[in-house]
């Protein structure tokens, strides 16, 4: 009897095609997961197996639920920077920057170009990280173990310049409504230049390494298929969509932190298969990297938080010498600002796709509600309409090319 | 289209406003006051007629549900405590929509849109997960996040976000130490840290 559980958890009936069993066929239900080495995290799978063929698959979430949107609604909003990062800790300063861009259009406030040129490049910075981690973990699933290394010894570069900037390697908490935390630091030009020009001749490594290799092919082309339709109607997003035929970047199509000014190309490709997702995030890397040297070369000078002081703390200096700053500061720390009654979906493009945030501000110094559009979510329902048909071995690799980060999607 | 029904000296703008008020005109369009963010209201048995219709007008082709989400209003003024939003997404006007259904409060019910649109199903059990709304016609309408013996719904404000309330000098007296608050009015912090303590 405990066997037949799972199956409920099947979603067959949304199309109202009937299981194979019920045509008295031998099947086998397999748990796969929530401690797989391949489910990146704590991902269950209920599938149900003819042999070596997956039948039906439903994915099971839930493990690593933290309630962070009862929390947002309890912190502060500049308590609620800290939340973000921890829901996905691939992308931690692009999750500042949606939650910072959510508030702010709520503040309705300026921020300084230093922050926002600052914040494209981090931006950037992260997606590199994000996808390299992302190609270090793929490979290790199909079973190329040196492409994990040399990942992961590139990230390091990258966990550098975000240790370098914030103080913290993950959890940055460094982009943050009306600017940044503090000022880029003196070397930072210094280290984003080396990773710009070591960087293109590492991604040619992987390409080496990966693209016309046999055994990579074998295991990828063809496999995993998600047609644009799907795409669309499941609410994929990011390289799984873009993979998969359909055209849209947020970055271009409706820019944010002046994405416009910057030329760079939106990797598309028609396949849908898990080899086209990784070529899609391989192009991703360069275009990233053109982004960061153009945003690099016009950074400005000048302040690096908004001047309105209901929100930016003030400068360290003043506290020394000004009884006004002090209270100002204490002020802003035990009660922060209040955000003026409103409602806004903000959303960017993150390494997985639309990650947006829903925020209802109610007038008061903490959020009414705030709730995440995670871009991890959809991009990983989709997976039960997709392994149909494969092998569990495949399984494996379309697991990974979905890219999902479980913190993200259980939130 | 030729509309019987009394003609605005000024049509609107937008091309959402316009086409929303000329084939919809039960949906009530508001643009938020801060954000400029457009937000149709319709009541839930409108809902899946607004969605089809939101989808298939060719020029609007808002295609893509984006995201399901439960609001509680309590103690807060709104039209109704439950609400359900959905985000609409068009690649055609690269835009968003929010769609505001105000839920009954004693039974909050919505048609489900998963026919229409798979990608309602996870958020829309993560909705009735969170907010216990139900919605007819779902699949599998069952907790998404939580465990399946979970008792009551987490995301309403009647849910207090700790199991107990700590004892400080202004609430000394009101806090039973160790007393779990399940009550309606168990969240006496909320607002008490915003202006500053208080008493």
Known sequence: MAESAPLTYSLESVDGTPSSAAAGEQTMILNMGPQHPSTHGVLRLVLELDGEVVVRCSPVIGYLHTGFEKSYEEKTYHADVTLTDRMDYLNPLGNNLVFALAVEKLLQIEVPPRATVARVILAELTRLNSHLVWLGTQALDLGAMSTFLYCFREREKLLDIFESVSGQRMMTSYIRPGGLKLDLPDDFETRVREVIRTFPARIDDYEALLTENELWRERCIGVGTLSRDLALAYGCSGPVARASGVDWDIRRDNPYCGYERYAYQVPVRTEGDVYARYLVRLAEMRESLKIVEQALDELPGGPWMTSDRKVAFPPREELATSMEALIHHFKLATEGYRVPAGETYTCVESPRGELGFYIIADGSAKPWRAHVRAPSLSNLRVISKIVEGALVADLVAVIGSLDPIMGEVDR | ?199
């Open chain 2, 1 to 199: 289209m030729t509309d019987a029904g009394p003609v605005k000296a000024q049509p609107p703008a937008d091309v959402v406003e316009r086409r929303l008020a000329e084939g919809f005109p039960s949906a009530r369009v508001r643009r938020d006051f801060r954000t400029s963010e457009l937000a149709a209201t319709v009541q839930p048995d409108e809902l899946p007629a607004l969605a089809r219709f939101l989808r298939d007008d060719p020029e609007l082709q808002f295609a893509r549900l984006v995201d399901v989400c439960g609001v509680d209003n309590l103690g807060r003024k709104a039209e109704a405590r439950f609400v359900v939003v959905y985000h609409f997404h068009s690649l055609r006007l690269h835009r968003w929509l929010r769609v505001v259904v105000p839920l009954d409060e004693k039974e909050p019910t919505a048609p489900s849109l998963v026919g229409d649109f798979p990608s309602a199903d996870f958020p829309e059990r993560e909705a009735y997960d969170m907010y216990g709304f139900v919605f007819t016609g779902h699949p599998e309408l069952t907790r998404l996040l939580l465990p399946d013996d979970w008792e009551g719904y987490p995301l309403r404000k009647d849910y207090p976000f700790k199991a107990e309330e700590i004892e400080f000098s202004f609430s000394v007296g009101r806090v039973n130490a160790g007393k779990v608050l399940r009550r309606p009015d168990s969240r006496p912090w909320r607002d008490k840290s915003a202006s500053g303590g208080g008493r």
